[in-house]
């Protein structure tokens, strides 16, 4: 599955299927202070044109962690997506089939990968081009179908980690 993205900034944006639809919006009002960020994403109603419902929030902290609101429930971000590695450039996570995933978060993408001997590539985050070399596109997150299960947690932390690469970026 093919989302495009409408903004480079990934805490407002909608999230759009290869048809045009919008499939999920991240909406981060401005406010000095906290900032909240609330991924909605659309659900069909039998005859409407359907609505969009709250998948979850991250509640953004300038000091210490950021906290994930899901399901009524809140987790503290380095308990939810704990950070590994020498410089702690990967984030991983387990999902709700068990299995346990991982963010590498690398100069100028973010790749999900499932945690273990295989290494298979789940969502991949491709930028924006200005189509000075080649063509020009709009950025877009590519998943793999066997994460249609998850793709609320996987929209929901993918935000997460961009918005940390970008900040050392």
Known sequence: MILTLSSKNVRNTVFSNEYGQAVFVSDTPFRF???TTTINRHKASPGAQGYFAVV?????HLWGS???KIGGSELDSNVFLPRHGFFGKKRT???PDGRHYRWDMYNR???LSLDDYSCTEIARYHRATLGIIGKKRKAYLEVAPQAAHMLDLVILSFIYVE???MNKE
């Open 56 to 60: 979850g929030q991250i509640d953004w």
């Open 163 to 165: 918005k940390l690469r």
């Open 109 to 111: 993408v973010v790749v």
């Open 93 to 95: 996570f387990t999902g």
């Open 33 to 35: 202070g906290m900032r």
């Open 66 to 68: 950021s906290i994930f």
